[in-house]
């Protein structure tokens, strides 16, 4: 009775522990929100980083796809957000995720640029416990005065 109870304290705790997956050191998802002011699809001179900005960090299991776990945040009044994960996701795909605007007149999620993939685990080699998510940008309605000029700048001139 006293080894089955030993395989059991062995065999099972270690199990029981490990699905809880809590880290030691939390892990800080940190990115950067911005307005594209000339709706170019990426930074330019005129984009400017928003504050207040509804941000979210999502993991997904990697073989169903379902949504196991998600947290939200805000940008500061730098557009940056700094969003800590306790919990390690070692088996899971997550994105740093935008959900809402603060501005009215800067509101569309850019295509392409609503999400960034972070990796939420400590089993990866990485040292630091920060994870870099891409910058993720809203497209004003209506390009600012001096787009034009400043798009120009970015076109390869025919040879």
């Known amino acids: 009775m006293a080894k089955v109870l030993l395989l059991i304290a062995l065999c099972v705790l270690p199990a029981l522990v490990s699905a809880t997956r809590m880290v030691k050191n939390p892990l800080v998802v940190q ?7 000339c ?10 980083n928003m504050a207040g900005a509804k941000v979210k960090v999502e993991c997904s299991d990697r073989k169903s796809g379902q949504v196991v776990y998600k947290k939200e945040g805000y940008t500061d009044s730098t557009g940056h957000y700094k969003i ?7 088996d899971e795909i997550c994105d740093a995720i935008l959900v809402k605007s603060a501005q009215p007149d800067c509101a569309k999620m850019s295509p392409g640029r609503e999400r960034a993939r972070v990796v939420l685990t400590n089993f990866n080699g990485i040292a630091s416990n920060t994870r870099f998510a891409n910058a993720m940008g809203f497209m004003a309605d209506e390009a600012d005065a001096g787009c034009a000029e400043i798009m120009k700048l970015y076109q390869e001139e025919d040879v």
């Open 84 to 90: 800590v994960v306790s919990e390690d996701h070692l």
């Open 39 to 48: 709706r170019a699809g990426f930074e330019t001179p005129k984009t400017r």
């Open 31 to 37: 990115g950067q929100v911005y307005c594209d002011r």
